[in-house]
């Protein structure tokens, strides 16, 4: 498995082709992923997670946003309500090569794809996964990189991936030579530890050990975040790519952790 590389052997559990976080096809929250679905690592899990999970960002309940339709959001004259996306909290920490990650959303992940029927001016259709990710210019040039939401010049970023009844991925891409986070040179994956479809919350990890630059311990890093959902047609084409959206964390730093 490229890029994987970390403390402990690595058990893949079930191999499949993967894609985008949160999209059965090509989004630009996550930037495509191909490789096992589920992840699990020999390293055992902190005790107690408070002690590893030292930063921590609020972002308002009930603020998703509505994306332009050329961005391939809905037409509704407001943003679509989808608490499961809506997060409230991201908390990250650093511990025996692993970062750490914490995710609260407003509302439980959805266990399977979710029909809507048509009621006012929204169309029928089906809402099938999610995806969410912490973002970071970790060289400070904002014109390196590749682009998203909260940051600009993104370097790496760290993504959770839930498609509803079918599986989860976890896991960072970096290295984004033509500056489209959908192209990059290099991914590892991560684990779940808790949480997940029924939850309102993930605990997630991924193996830091080889990402040397673009991991920099110790240094101040520009941190961004996004989360949401996307929707289909009966018929498996893709409906609204943004058909929920939360930006999360906004121009914010993180100095990450030295050990």
Request: hydrophobic fraction near 35%; aromatic fraction near 10%.
């Amino acid at each position: 498995m490229r890029g994987v590389a970390g403390p402990g052997r690595v058990s893949v559990l079930v191999l499949a082709l993967g894609a985008c976080a949160g999209s059965g096809d090509d989004g630009d929250n996550e930037g495509g992923i191909t490789g096992p679905d589920v992840v699990t690592y020999d390293a055992p899990w902190p005790v107690d997670m408070s002690r590893v999970l030292l930063r921590t960002f609020t972002d308002e309940a009930g603020d998703q946003e509505a994306l332009p339709t050329w961005m391939d959001a809905p037409p509704y004259s407001g943003p679509v309500p989808w608490p499961s996306i809506d997060v409230t909290r991201v908390s990250v920490g650093v511990e025996a090569g692993f970062l750490y990650m914490r995710v609260d959303f407003a509302g439980a992940i959805p266990a399977d794809v979710v029909h809507l029927m048509p009621e006012g001016e929204i169309e029928e259709q089906f809402v099938t996964n999610q995806g969410m990710n912490i973002a970071l210019n970790v060289d400070g040039e904002v014109g390196t990189g590749g682009g998203g939401e909260g940051v600009s010049g993104i370097d790496i970023f760290f993504a959770v991936s839930f498609d509803y009844g079918k599986r989860h991925q976890i896991y960072a891409n970096w290295d984004f030579p033509d500056g489209d986070v959908h192209h990059h040179q290099s991914q590892l994956y991560g684990e779940l530890g808790e949480g997940g479809p029924g939850s309102s919350y993930a605990v997630v990890r991924y193996p830091i050990s080889d990402l040397g630059s673009f991991f920099p311990r110790g240094e101040t890093v520009d941190i961004g975040s996004w989360s949401e959902a996307e929707s289909y047609e009966a018929d498996g084409t893709l409906k609204y790519h943004h058909f929920a959206f939360d930006r999360v964390i906004d121009g914010e730093t993180w100095t990450i952790p030295s050990s």
